[in-house]
């Protein structure tokens, strides 16, 4: 039995190292840019997003340390998008994983410059690990075309648009699902595909990888609908039904906590099917399908 | 004698079609955040830096549609920092270009996701300009590294931190200029640099262009500074003496009027002296250098 907790563990751990010693340069005396920069970094997250890069590389047998600033830049491009989001004229929250949002820890101009610039050193480090290795140019020019696609107007930050535009008004399910694909999904399934393209994979491996990766990109925000009113605070680090309170359109609020817990399963499962040409090799990403579903925070 | 400005009418219409190119998949049902970042791409910009980028590769005999791609992706990244820099939370700017900004003209939750957007395709479209050369994949990557590392935490978004923070304070002239060189000449001498790239130049040409930039990019904010002072809100579409209302340190305000033009003059002479190397060649980087300092907006 694959022990995915174990597993999870270690990567984060690689995750994390890797992560740090972006800043090595600025070690001795960070801007306060750096440190808002390395505030929300470094406040705690699951680091799903690379977790889910480094997995679908290695169904393919790729190393770790080849695939590993793509996964950094994932997490950097994600984390942006939370001070962003956190914002005042946003989703105005006070806290994210337990600490203060980047804006209230320092203010709301280094928090928008802290996201600005994350979202910058992202291609840094990508632009970085690419010039590097010469012989894989066309394979990291992919990469970051796929993670610009996923995170800009025609993927993330057209969801966040959607998210707010829609604050207080009635949407059917159809726009919902769009709506969250976009929010949430689309940079998951870029993650998911970055992988597999680093890893080498084939146009068939790249597109099971790819519809893996959009099950659970809308998967992992059905379950967010889900924790946002079953969760506990102390885990989640933050307060539960904020979605309510925001008047925000969620799965279980259009079509009851029931069917969205049911269809949450049937997206994980239909990502793990797509997993089958990979036989025992995509045991890993499997399991992350589930915990996708079934995590506490 | 060259004739600069029969020249930058020319390259301007050349950058503002390739820039509306982008949207062509978006021309029959624009999203709303798609209209936000096209109000301020489209407001009327003198497309400085994707000039610069052209004119640079120009020296070598670059063709303007292999450099293209990277000189819409500068304006791309310098519209986001002007749509960020007028947020309430930052300069708090209700008119740029003689128009009102982003969030006023939207809202503010729109801006912040406008510039997001805008920044992020920047590296998108450049993603996709090097996987369509795969002989120069490596000269994109260098590209990509050069704009990400002039507009993030190294640079441009450090200097926007920089002269938030010093609002009101008193910094000395050293501080200035560093703050200067980031916020203002960190992207200008990317640009120039870019173009150097594509065009083949050797290193000992990109040094030189690269000096170049260097000079002009400070140069660029001497004078905006003193046409904050000394220009005409219906030519510069703002009203002149805000810097002052701000309580920002400026050349001027730290040297006096006469000291900043002398060090503007100071700075092209030592742009085009860098130019040498090219013979004719750097006539029309000569002229910008010129035109840098004596524009009236």
Redesign the interface.
């Known amino acids: 039995m694959f022990d995915l907790k174990a597993y999870l563990k270690v990567k984060q751990q690689r995750i994390n190292a890797a992560l740090e010693e972006l800043w090595h340069d600025h070690e001795s005396s960070p ?4 440190q808002a ?1 390395r505030y929300s970094l470094e406040a705690g997250g699951k680091r799903l997003r690379p977790v889910l890069c480094l997995c679908a590389s290695e169904v393919m047998g790729a190393s770790e340390a080849d695939v590993m600033p793509a996964a950094c830049a994932l997490e950097l491009v994600h984390t ?1 998008s939370l001070i ?1 989001d956190d ?1 005042p ?2 989703d105005d929250d006070d806290l994210r994983r337990g600490k203060p949002t980047c804006h209230k820890a320092f ?4 928090a ?2 802290a ?3 994350l ?3 992202a ?2 480090v ?3 690990a ?2 590097c290795r ?1 012989g894989s ?2 394979k ?3 990469v ?2 796929l ?3 996923g ?3 025609s993927g993330m ?2 969801g ?2 959607m998210d ?2 829609s604050e207080g008004k009635t949407i059917t399910l159809e726009e919902l699902e769009r709506l969250q694909r976009l929010k949430t999904g689309a940079l998951i399934e870029a993650s998911v595909r970055v992988g597999a393209v680093l890893g080498g994979g084939s146009a068939q491996q790249i597109a099971a990888l790819g519809a893996y990766g959009r099950h659970i990109g809308l998967a992992f925000q059905v379950a967010d609908d889900i924790l946002n009113i079953e969760g506990k605070p102390e885990m989640l680090g933050k307060p539960v039904g904020s979605d309510a309170a925001h008047q925000k359109a969620t799965r279980p609020s259009l079509t009851g906590l029931d069917q969205a817990k049911a269809r949450a399963v049937q997206l994980a499962d239909k990502a793990s099917d797509a997993l089958r040409i990979f036989g025992n090799k995509g045991e890993p990403l499997v399991a992350l399908a589930r915990y996708v579903i079934e995590r506490n925070r």
């Open positions: 801007t306060l840019l750096v920069m942006y962003h914002l004229a946003m203010d709301e101009a280094t928008i410059l996201g600005d610039a979202l910058t050193a291609f840094e990508l632009a970085a690419g010039r010469p140019a066309l990291w020019l992919e970051i075309y993670i610009a696609r995170a800009g107007y930050v057209e966040q648009m707010i535009s």
